[in-house]
């Protein structure tokens, strides 16, 4: 499965910390559950769109999944930035320094698994993979755009953003 690739820097690799977030994560399988709640504490501090948090949630927990299936990582890095208060990029960094590509699969009507691409590809505006200045390993990444956000430092009365 490619990728719909657009040009992007890699949000682990610069701290700005009102519009990013991160966490670094073991390679076992309750990882996806920690990096769904934080992503889903993270976008609701941000006051983003049900709809929104609730397709990132989603997005992270197949990325995630997929590098703790798919590689031989120890840890992996999880994180989540506001990109020019039009959206949101979702990237997760693995230990994978053999650069294989990610994963293609064409599951069957009866199959359980294989399907998180095909999610990803779907719900996502872009997505990509690039190699991990943090890791060395993958570096996958989604974007989601969403409704007008807040400015840091703003919040949002009556539906309209006032100053705090």
Known sequence: MSPHTTSSPHLLDRAVTHRAHRLELPAHRSSARV?????NAWLTA??????VIS?????VSELVTNAVIHTLSAHILCGVQRIADAGIRLEVHDQDVRGRDLPRSLPGAE??????????REIADS?????????????VWATLTCPALPAP???????IPSRR
């Open 111 to 120: 199959d359980e698994c294989g399907r998180g691409l095909v999610l990803v």
């Open 35 to 39: 990096a769904r709640r934080s992503v």
């Open 46 to 51: 941000w006051r983003l769109p049900a709809e």
């Open 153 to 159: 430092g703003r919040g949002v009365r009556n539906g």
């Open 55 to 59: 397709d990132a949630v989603l997005l």
């Open 127 to 139: 997505w990509g993979v690039d190699r991990s200045a943090v890791t060395g390993g993958n570096a």
